[in-house]
């Protein structure tokens, strides 16, 4: 979740060649005005919200916001292209390059290796892929999970793993730093936007 960018212990969740460009992937629905509403280990409210397509340089992109309350956290520009799901901008800094969140056709052990100059320097993050059955308290799901593994300018490794179920996207985030817990989100409520024909319920997902 990008907006944690907003704390330095968790920066590396930015991480987080082109062919066709689409803006439709299985696994991270981008309607205008698809909403996610999680609650997070803090017990905050924190919500995603797709708030509208825009063109990012040549690419089509849509702008996701997140906030807590009336406050923004942090935006992010999404584009989805025949490969996969790629961030290509967070909080008004824009990557060289796409940083692959999710293959176009995820499969348990698939692994990449993202490499992005921030402010803070170079970071170097390792991704894999695997597949897990997970409760949240919109419904139980099977989803792919990428853990991806960074480290800071100090040594200190974090894990971050995203938890992504067809039709509905991110159903749970946790973070360790140090090998120990650090952040957990869990999706409370989803929506799928207004130019979508159907909207996802919670419940078991199979």
């Known amino acids: 979740m990008a907006f944690l960018l907003k704390n330095s212990a968790v920066f590396f969740l930015v991480l987080l060649t082109f062919t066709q460009v689409s803006m439709a992937n299985d696994f991270y629905p981008l309607e205008d005005g698809s909403l996610w509403k999680y609650k997070d280990s803090n017990n905050k409210t924190i919500v995603k919200k797709a708030v509208r397509e825009e063109k990012l340089g040549y690419y089509p992109s849509v702008l996701l916001e997140v906030s807590e309350g009336k406050t923004l956290l942090s935006s992010e520009y999404i584009v989805v292209t025949n490969e996969g799901v790629f961030r290509f901008a967070l909080d008004g800094k824009r990557f060289d390059q796409g940083a692959l969140l999710l293959k176009e056709k995820p499969k348990a052990g698939d692994k990449w290796i993202i490499n992005l100059a921030l402010d803070i320097g170079k970071v170097r993050s390792e991704v894999k892929v695997s597949e897990e059955e997970v409760t949240v308290p919109f419904g139980k799901f099977k989803c792919f999970v990428t853990t991806t593994v960074s480290k800071d300018e100090k040594g200190t490794e974090y894990q971050l793993k995203n938890y992504y179920a067809q039709k509905v996207g991110v159903v ?4 360790e730093k140090a090998g120990k817990k650090h952040y957990e989100l869990e999706l409370l ?17 199979k």
């Not at 749970?172 to 973070?175: A, D, E, L, Q, Y």
């Open 189 to 205: 409520e989803f929506k799928l936007g207004s130019n979508s024909t159907s909207d996802a319920k919670g419940a078991e997902k």
């Open 172 to 175: 749970k985030v946790t973070i």
